[in-house]
């Protein structure tokens, strides 16, 4: 097994292969269940302040407070996460927690969707891109179709994607990293395990194992980081923008339109 050291090693030789093919490795940042600001909140806009950042907002709980913390922060973007990160799936069934599932029927689901986009949308105005992120990155895709014609414009769960739009009209970005371990209480991964799971997809992607035109996504939950993972997440952020050939990019980059893409 790598050790950490060996871990930031690997990472640097991807992207030195990257570096070589004259061609930067994209990366970009996402982080979910946004609801108030704080100190936590502070620490994540200040660490990504040369990387950008999608902050996945729960529109069914978020504070008024929030659009003040985030109003002149300019590369802080606003996404739809879901509507109240609530599970709707029959439990004990291994099914997982769903909130956009069809387990309640696509109707409720979708009135769901609207009323948490118009909170968001007259919460945050400019800074809400139209890019819905599923609760615990699941989402059925019978709803893609309805998501197109309410102006959904994107959608991103996790993994590795299957196609860059799944139907017409709509892009799927997704991330690719987690650096938190979630059974037994939420803590740091390690950096080994996670600097693993962002290698491999930078190497998959240049290897042609993996779409290589999607970014590859580093998605955090700063409510529940502990000390060693905001650590992990700022020598992150720094080593990215410092490297020749890697390069954040922009949430609004990333997420552009379809039909506005070269």
């Given at each position: 097994?790598?050790?950490?050291?060996?871990?930031?090693?690997?990472?640097?030789?991807?992207?030195?292969?990257?570096?070589?093919?004259?061609?930067?490795?994209?990366?970009?940042?996402?982080?979910?269940?946004?609801?108030?600001p704080g100190q936590k909140l502070d620490r994540l806009?200040?660490?990504?302040?040369?990387?950008?950042?999608?902050?996945?907002?729960?529109?069914?709980?978020?504070?008024?407070?929030?659009?003040?913390?985030?109003?002149?922060?300019?590369?802080v973007f606003i996404a739809q996460h879901g509507y109240?990160?609530?599970?709707?799936?029959?439990?004990?069934?291994?099914?997982?927690?769903?909130?956009?599932?069809?387990?309640?029927?696509?109707?409720?689901?979708?009135?769901?969707?609207?009323?948490?986009?118009?909170?968001?949308?007259?919460?945050?105005?400019?800074?809400?891109?139209?890019?819905?992120?599923?609760?615990?990155?699941?989402?059925?895709?019978?709803?893609?179709?309805?998501?197109?014609?309410?102006?959904?414009?994107?959608?991103?769960?996790?993994?590795?994607?299957?196609?860059?739009?799944?139907?017409?009209?709509?892009?799927?970005?997704?991330?690719?990293?987690?650096?938190?371990?979630?059974?037994?209480?939420?803590?740091?991964?390690?950096?080994?395990?996670?600097?693993?799971?962002?290698?491999?997809?930078?190497?998959?992607?240049?290897?042609?194992?993996?779409?290589?035109?999607?970014?590859?996504?580093?998605?955090?939950?700063?409510?529940?980081?502990?000390?060693?993972?905001?650590?992990?997440?700022?020598?992150?952020?720094?080593?990215?923008?410092?490297?020749?050939?890697?390069?954040?990019?922009?949430?609004?980059?990333?997420?552009?339109?379809?039909?506005?893409?070269?």
């Amino acid at each position: 097994m790598l050790s950490s050291d060996s871990g930031w090693v690997a990472l640097h030789e991807e992207l030195d292969q990257w570096a070589l093919k004259g061609t930067p490795a994209t990366l970009w940042w996402r982080d979910d269940d946004a609801v108030a600001p704080g100190q936590k909140l502070d620490r994540l806009m200040s660490a990504t302040s040369a990387t950008g950042l999608l902050l996945a907002v729960i529109p069914a709980h978020v504070q008024r407070a929030l659009v003040g913390a985030t109003a002149d922060v300019a590369h802080v973007f606003i996404a739809q996460h879901g509507y109240a990160h609530i599970n709707h799936a029959p439990r004990g069934q291994g099914l997982g927690a769903w909130e956009l599932g069809m387990h309640r029927g696509e109707r409720a689901v979708l009135q769901d969707l609207d009323h948490g986009r118009q909170v968001l949308e007259q919460t945050f105005g400019r800074t809400f891109l139209p890019v819905l992120v599923p609760p615990w990155n699941r989402i059925d895709a019978r709803l893609f179709d309805a998501m197109v014609a309410r102006g959904y414009q994107a959608v991103s769960a996790f993994g590795a994607r299957v196609t860059e739009s799944p139907v017409p009209g709509l892009r799927q970005v997704n991330a690719h990293c987690d650096p938190i371990r979630w059974k037994s209480g939420a803590r740091f991964a390690g950096e080994t395990k996670t600097l693993t799971q962002l290698t491999d997809h930078l190497h998959a992607r240049r290897t042609g194992n993996a779409d290589a035109l999607e970014p590859t996504g580093f998605l955090t939950h700063h409510i529940d980081l502990d000390e060693q993972g905001w650590r992990f997440c700022e020598r992150l952020a720094l080593c990215i923008a410092e490297h020749p050939g890697a390069e954040w990019c922009a949430p609004d980059s990333v997420f552009a339109p379809l039909d506005t893409l070269p």
